[in-house]
C-alpha cells in the first residue's frame, strides 16, 4: 500500500491518505490535472510522491485543476501560488495555497516545498471523498520558535548576482573567441524597489582565405538599466529609470537614456501572478556618442524623448496570453518615432489540442544612430553594422495534439 502525505509549512501538520486499489476501482480517486504555465514542475517526482490522486492529462477530465504561477521576489527567491479549481463533483470550489523560496534554494528543495504544498491542496478535496476515513492528521511540533522575518538583516535587503562565461571554437580556417559577464544587485521592500542589472560581451572571428588573407570580425557590447520605484497603493508606482548602451553593431561608442516614469495596473499589483494590465509613461533625455558619424552629419547628440507602454497578461485555466503595445519619440522631432506591438498566447483549443503563437510587428522610423557612407557585403553578411529598415517583424506558430488514454499514472526513467 502507498501512503502520501500532505505537510503544512507553517504549523507542521501533516495529512496522510493511503487509499487501497478496491477503493480506487469503486469510488473512483480524485482525478487531477496540474497547469504549469510559468514554473517547473517534476511531473515525474509528482506522480511518485502524491499516489492518493488520478494524474490526467486533460483538464475537460479532470475533477481538480491547478494552476501553479510564479513570480520573483525581492530577495532573488520566488513566491509560488498554487490555485485548485473544482471541476465536475468540485465544481465552484476553489482554494488557493502559496509558499515562498529562497534566493540559495536548490532546485530540489524547491520541488519538494512545490510537493508539501500541493499534497496540502488536494487533501482537501480527498476529505470530500471516499477515502476521506483514511486520512490521518500528525502534527510535527518545531523545536523552537522560528520569526517570520529575520530580526538582523546585515544586507539591508540587497540580493546581488554576478556570472561570467566565455567559449572558444573553431576548424581549419575559422576561428571565434567570445566572453561575457553580468551582474545584478536588487533590493525590494514593500514600500521601495531598486534594480540594477549590467551585462557586457567582447566576440572575435577569424576567417581565413586564400592568398594568405585573414578576414577579423569584432564586436562589443555593454548593456545597463536602472530603476528606482516607490509603491503609490495598490495600483499606483513612480519611479526613475535609466538604461546605457554601447554597442559597435548599432553605431554607440556610449548612449544614455533615462527620465521619471509612472505605471498605474488596473488590476492590484498583488495578483500580478495571475493578471496584470499596466500603462507606463517616461519623459526623458537620451544622449548619443557615436563610433563613425551618422547618416544625419551627427557625432554626438542630446534629445529629449519619452515612451509609453501599455501591456497586459492573464494566466487562466484555458491557457495563458501576453500583449503589450510600446512606443517611442524624440520631442523635438515627432517624426523620428518606434511603436511595437508584440504579444503571444498558449491556448488550448480543445482536448488535446493546444496552440501556440508569439509575434511582433514595429514601425521603425527612429534610426538615428545609423553609419553615413555604404557597408561592405562582409558587415552586411556578418551583421557587423545595423540596417537601415522601416519596419521589422516576426512570427512564431505551432500546434501540439496530444490522444490516448487520458491516465498517467506510471513513472518509468528506464533510458
Given at each position: ?13 501533516v ?10 476501482q ?67 470550489q ?17 520541488r ?11 487533501v ?5 471523498t ?28 540587497w ?8 567559449s ?24 521601495w ?45 513612480a ?22 516614469s ?35 552629419g ?8 519619452h ?21 517611442s ?10 511603436i ?76
Amino acid at each position: 500500500m502507498r501512503i502520501s502525505c500532505a505537510v503544512l509549512l507553517v504549523t507542521g501538520i501533516v495529512a496522510c491518505v493511503a487509499p487501497s486499489s478496491a477503493e480506487a476501482q469503486e469510488h473512483g480517486v480524485l482525478r487531477v490535472f496540474l497547469d504549469c504555465q510559468s514554473l517547473f514542475c517534476d511531473f515525474d517526482h509528482l506522480r511518485r510522491e502524491i499516489g492518493f490522486v488520478d494524474w490526467v492529462r486533460d483538464r475537460e477530465v479532470a475533477e481538480i485543476h491547478v494552476l501553479g504561477t510564479s513570480q520573483g521576489t525581492g530577495g532573488g527567491g520566488r513566491e509560488f501560488t498554487l490555485t485548485f479549481i473544482g471541476r465536475a463533483r468540485f465544481a465552484g470550489q476553489q482554494d488557493t495555497l502559496r509558499f515562498i523560496s529562497n534566493a540559495t534554494d536548490t532546485q530540489t528543495e524547491e520541488r519538494d516545498a512545490l510537493t508539501r504544498t500541493l499534497k496540502l491542496g488536494l487533501v482537501r478535496f480527498a476529505a470530500g471523498t471516499a477515502i476521506a476515513d483514511r486520512i490521518v492528521i500528525t502534527y510535527d511540533a518545531p523545536s523552537v520558535d522560528v520569526p517570520a522575518v529575520p530580526t538582523d538583516d546585515p544586507w539591508n535587503f540587497w540580493v546581488f548576482e554576478f556570472g561570467v562565461g566565455g567559449s572558444i571554437r573553431g576548424e581549419e580556417q575559422q576561428r571565434n573567441y567570445s566572453v561575457n559577464g553580468r551582474i545584478e544587485a536588487n533590493r525590494v521592500t514593500e514600500a521601495w524597489k531598486v534594480g540594477l542589472f549590467a551585462r557586457a560581451g567582447y566576440d572575435r572571428s577569424e576567417f581565413e582565405f586564400e592568398l594568405d588573407s585573414t578576414f577579423i570580425n569584432r564586436s562589443r557590447n555593454i548593456f545597463f538599466r536602472g530603476q528606482s520605484v516607490w509603491s503609490l497603493g495598490a495600483h499606483w508606482s513612480a519611479g526613475f529609470v535609466a538604461w546605457s548602451d554601447i554597442s559597435t553593431f548599432r553605431n554607440f561608442r556610449f548612449s544614455l537614456q533615462g527620465g521619471p516614469s509612472v505605471e498605474f495596473n488596473v488590476y492590484p499589483y498583488s495578483e500580478s501572478s495571475r493578471r496584470a494590465l499596466t500603462i507606463q509613461y517616461t519623459v526623458g533625455v537620451a544622449y548619443f556618442d557615436y563610433d563613425s558619424v551618422t547618416v544625419f552629419g551627427k557625432e554626438s547628440e542630446t534629445l529629449p524623448k519619452h515612451v509609453l507602454e501599455v501591456g497586459g497578461g492573464a494566466q487562466q485555466p484555458w491557457g495563458n496570453v501576453f500583449v503589450r503595445v510600446e512606443a517611442s519619440q524624440f520631442l523635438n522631432d515627432p517624426a523620428k518615432h518606434r511603436i511595437e506591438l508584440l504579444g503571444g498566447f498558449n491556448l488550448r483549443l480543445f482536448r488535446g489540442l493546444q496552440l501556440n503563437l508569439f509575434g511582433s510587428v514595429a514601425r521603425v522610423k527612429d534610426q538615428i544612430n545609423l553609419p553615413a557612407g555604404e557597408l561592405s557585403p562582409e558587415e552586411i553578411l556578418l551583421r557587423r553594422r545595423q540596417l537601415g529598415t522601416e519596419f521589422e517583424y516576426r512570427v512564431n506558430m505551432g500546434f501540439n495534439y496530444t490522444f490516448g488514454s487520458i491516465f498517467n499514472n506510471i513513472v518509468n526513467p528506464r533510458f
